[in-house]
DNA sequence: AAATAAAACTAACAGGTGTTAGTTTTTTTA
DNA sequence: TAAAAAAACTAACACCTGTTAGTTTTATTT
């Protein structure tokens, strides 16, 4: 069995439909266009994949997965809330800059996701975004963050962060760091600046 | 001629394609979707608009000037860029509160328009885009900004203020003053809390 | 080299897509 | 109320959709 050649096989299709998906869209992407880059008929795709919906499911929950991972170890770090979250802001960098289409996609195909994973992704996501809002409800108890409102502040953050891929697509010379740096002095430092006035 | 009711009509069909192209996303929304919420059969609809594509390119384009014709109100205003950036910020609270879903379908689907409506549609968004960039480029001159990268403050600043439309959906009790104070907050002052530390 | 498995192909299905043609019904104007 | 215009209808076109069936080619194993 060419199990090695047949995961390559598979990898690739993967790989193309990230970027197929990520330049028309889930739905306008179709399997003739997926095939065409693939360097096969759209029929011999069913040799390798399950069905269309199967790669948005895998590209979904693999970056949801890689979220959710990496903020458990943000949540035990043992170091002040500014420094959390700009761990969080660091993670979300990392993961743009390496999985730039499955990022996007997982942030803006998911809804056609079928009912029963676009259930357990909105679940996951619910869970995620409570648990940003705990981690800033915390801080703002011990008095390192500002009393903002947390719901708000989280979804502030989170969204703020999604410019990330379209700044990567733009620009040849990501620099992450230096990404990374201006986003949180702006998220947490703010744009006033405090040496005027 | 039913000159009134025509129009009528097709506002209710706009109305409708709006919630619907919101739900569903542009691509995934029918004609005969459209016309079972309208009230008619779907070719009727055609008595009325000239195409799918028309609905769309009729709300990104409705709510893109309405973002620059605002815009040049708030470059002209005799205020700190502090202030500026506060105005701006109101603004996106106070479209998105009147116009929710024509304004995430404009932030979402623009993409589906045809090759000349995409390509004048973008062309627009640069150029709003470049001038608040320049807003915080003067601001940061002038010292009253902090010393960022202009282009990132913007792309933050702007991709924060997608979340309203999220925040509106999700909470019945939606207070733009609220939301809007929270995220000059943030976005302004920053979550760093200065009386501390 | 023969047997077996994997992966490509062609053809097609069953249903959905935006849209047009042509006709009938409803509403407005004269 | 007759004429004209508007707006609804039914039927259909031409094409696209994801996917399956069945067959042939290619690669792997014994």
Not at 42 to 52: C, E, G, P, Q, R
């Amino acid at each position: 069995m060419a199990r090695t050649s047949s995961t390559n096989r598979k990898d690739h299709i993967m790989q193309q439909a990230l970027m197929l998906f990520r330049e028309k869209g889930y739905k306008a992407s179709t399997m003739r266009d997926l095939a065409q880059r693939v360097g096969m008929e759209a029929a011999s795709l069913y040799n390798h994949i399950k069905s269309k919906e199967e790669l948005l499911t895998e590209v979904c929950f693999r970056i949801g997965d890689l979220y959710i991972s990496q903020l458990e170890q943000i949540e035990q770090m043992q170091a002040g809330y500014i420094e959390k979250l700009r761990a969080l802001i660091g993670l979300h960098v990392a993961v743009v800059a390496e999985h730039m289409e499955a990022a996007e996609i997982a942030n803006h195909e998911f809804r056609h996701l079928s009912k029963t994973h676009l259930t357990r992704y909105l679940e996951m996501r619910r869970v995620y975004e409570a648990r940003i809002e705990k981690l800033i409800s915390e801080g703002i108890e011990k008095g390192e963050l500002a009393p903002v409102n947390p719901a708000m502040a989280m979804y502030t953050i989170l969204s703020a962060l999604r410019w990330i891929g379209l700044w990567y697509k733009n620009n040849q010379n990501f620099n992450a760091s230096v990404v990374e740096k201006n986003l949180c002095a702006v998220l947490l430092q703010g744009l006033e600046n405090k040496a005027n006035s």
